[in-house]
Structure formats: C-alpha cells, structure tokens
C-alpha cells in the first residue's frame, strides 16, 4: 500500500468499474460510508502521483461499499482508468472525531506501553473483524494482537504516539499472531 500523503485521509479505494455508464466500485475505509453521499468532489491519487481533484455523482451504498461516477467519467473505459485509485479527502475536511475515536492512520506508528512502564511494542495494523478494533503491535516476540477495549487501552495519545495499555488486562486479552 502507498504511503499515506501529507494533509490528507483516505476515505477509499477505486476497486473495479460497475455497469458500463463510468461508475465504479469503492472499499470504503470508514466507519460510515453514508459520509459519501455528502460529498461533491474528492481528490484521487494514482500510485505517488499529487492527487488530483474530481467531482463526485451518482453516489449509492449497497452492502457495505459505495458506487459512484468520478469527473466525467461516462463509459467502462473511462472507470477502468480508475482502478485501484486511492479517493482522498483533505484533513480540514475530515469528518469530527467523537471521545475515544481517532483515524487509523494517526494509530499506525504509536508505541504501545503499559501502566508498569513497559513499552510492548510499535502498532503496524488496525484490524476491523466486527465487534471492537483489534491492533496489531511489532514486539521482539512477534505481532501481538491486542483488543482496543476500553478497559485494555486506557489512554491514546496520536500527537505524542503514545497507546497506554493496563499492565494486567493486557495480557489477559491478548494473543500473539500464529
């Protein structure tokens, strides 16, 4: 995966065409993806390429993925051109964060601690398998996979890329990776 730009957050991927009128199918990386029938434009970015700003239409959400037409795009040739497209929104624009809530890619990077001083471990990944997030943190043992529930993960400090975990139920609820 592309590493993330400066000043911007994913909100998708361009995944494949749908139906033959320019319309593609997105992976959206959000909670929510009714958030896309608010927008009007996102900026799409190709690879390492400066992303680039297009109009967004047509917008429906079917099982968990959302469909819409990019810019002009009017034919399945035009939305092939698309594909594996990474759609971008600029972080001023970002949706308001509630308590406890933070963007992945602010998680991906912070060290994981716990109450006895312990640093466990640098987080890599944020799974999503249903109930509650599950991260996955590099130790010199392995890729531990811890739960972010609040009574584990006491405290997340992005700016500071601190994660302070309770010393005991950390252990008691996490595995490390086959």
């Not at 991927?13 to 009128?21: A, F, H, T």
């Not at 964060?97 to 471990?121: K, S």
Request: charged content about 25%; some cysteine.
């Amino acid at each position: 995966m592309d590493k993330p730009l400066e000043g911007y957050l994913s909100i998708g991927q361009v995944l494949r065409p749908q139906g033959l009128k320019g319309q593609v199918k997105i992976r959206p990386d959000t909670d929510d993806p009714g958030r896309f029938s608010m927008l009007s434009r996102v900026f799409l970015r190709h690879g390492n390429e400066a992303p680039e700003q297009v109009a967004v239409s047509k917008i429906s959400i079917r099982s968990g993925f959302v469909y819409l037409n990019l810019g002009e795009d009017n034919s399945i040739e035009d939305a092939e051109l698309r594909r594996n497209a990474m759609l971008l929104v600029p972080r001023s624009e970002a949706v308001p964060l509630e308590a406890y809530e933070n963007f992945i890619v602010d998680l991906i990077g912070c060290t994981l601690t716990d109450t006895q001083g312990t640093r466990i471990g640098v987080l890599q990944d944020v799974l999503q398998p249903g109930a509650n997030d599950v991260y996955v943190v590099a130790t010199d043992k392995g890729r531990l996979l811890v739960p972010a529930l609040r009574h584990v993960i006491l405290s997340v400090d992005v700016a500071a890329k601190i994660i302070l975990a309770d010393a005991d139920r950390l252990w008691e609820v996490s595995i490390f990776e086959d």
